[in-house]
């Protein structure tokens, strides 16, 4: 898959800008608050339905304004699509040629990229929340099964959580929502703990090849049910009239895939208070490149890299080292405010300026 054009309308700093954009890297330049990450967001954006920096879409559109517009075109299954994404106060609105998309969830996957920015640094320090956020985002490009039973989980939960909060809640409604609850985390569960044991399988010899070392990487997953027990929907509805009284008092569910956590390590140690922020920035960008070859596989396209300010970071050996280990059909979005030399024979490189919401191809 690849990008080959997008405008912007009102979206963050651009006014109404439009680019082309060609094979290989995409390499975009400009001193710091011109609109750089901005482009990167955007194509972010039209891939999760969500951006990476805030959780207000409000804050996407353009000061003084009432909606933002991206129009995309790419290149995807031998064929040339059109995406349009409106949004305004009263939600968003999705195109695909020109025809709407009615759920969210049906347009996720569409455009398919994984970013690597700053703030991925925080995965490992953050709530858990994040780490499930993290998860969440990467599994439904994946997997739609997964977008919607994710979907449906977070409704039933937000009705558990208001009868709880009712003074007299009704037992048998509640009984109800715990058992359609349990169906939906039997495979939620599943699905995280494989896609984090196919993620560390793929991981792995990037990790090495980066940081030219025999380190061995992994994960713990943390969720309410043991690892030999994800399926036991029984067990699992155990738990939670255990817990009834305790959710009846605290007017919310205490426990459930809404809870699960996941720990890195490194030599079996929690990468958080073991490892290097160089060895945790290795761990991310191998852990990137794992996803973009797990996409790989399951739809048969490569999806589009989005680096986001990772070459300031990095020294030039660590950068052609990086570019070696990434798949030349890949196309790749670098933003930086560097004027760094590529040395990649493999790939054409285009190169972009951008100044006060405005780009310029050099």
Do not use: W
């Amino acid at each position: 898959m690849r990008i080959t054009r997008m405008r912007l309308v009102h979206f963050r700093n651009y006014r109404d800008e439009c680019v082309h954009f060609d094979d290989g890297i995409q390499l975009i330049c400009g001193s710091n608050a011109q609109g750089k990450t901005n482009l990167l967001e955007a194509l972010y954006f039209c891939s999760t339905m969500r951006s990476h920096r805030t959780a207000q879409d409000r804050d996407l559109i353009q000061k003084e304004e009432s909606s933002f517009l991206i129009d995309l075109s790419l290149y995807r299954r031998g064929r040339s699509e059109q995406l349009r994404v409106y949004v305004n106060d009263k939600g968003k609105n999705l195109f695909l040629h020109g025809n709407p998309i009615r759920r969210v969830s049906d347009f996720i996957g569409e455009v398919n990229a994984v970013l690597f920015c700053p703030d991925d640094m925080n995965l490992f320090t953050a709530s858990p929340r994040m780490r499930r956020r993290f998860i969440d985002i990467e599994l439904s490009k994946l997997s739609r099964r997964y977008t919607q039973t994710l979907g449906r989980f977070q409704k039933l939960l937000r009705e558990r959580n208001a009868l709880l909060k009712q003074k007299v809640p009704d037992e048998v409604y509640l009984r109800v929502l715990s058992e359609q609850m349990a169906d939906c985390e039997v495979i939620i569960m599943r699905q995280r703990q494989t896609f984090l044991q196919e993620l560390f399988t793929i991981c792995q010899p990037f990790y090495r090849s980066l940081a030219q070392d025999d380190t061995q990487i992994g994960f713990d997953y943390h969720t309410c049910l043991d690892s030999g027990h994800l399926d036991d929907r029984e067990l699992l509805l155990q738990k939670y009239e255990k817990n009834r009284q305790r959710d009846l008092l605290s007017g919310q569910t205490s426990i459930g895939v809404h809870k699960d956590d996941v720990t890195f390590t490194i030599q079996g140690q929690n990468v958080n208070s073991f490892a290097s922020q160089g060895q945790k920035r290795t761990l991310l960008l191998s852990m990137k490149a794992a996803l973009c070859v797990m996409i790989k596989e399951k739809i048969s396209e490569y999806p589009v890299l989005l680096l986001d300010d990772v070459f300031s970071e990095l020294d030039e050996e660590r950068r052609q080292r990086l570019l070696s280990l990434l798949p030349a059909q890949m196309q790749i979005f670098i933003s930086t405010t560097d004027h760094i030399r590529l040395q990649d024979h493999s790939r054409q490189v285009t190169f972009y300026t951008v100044n006060d919401g405005q780009i310029t191809r050099r």
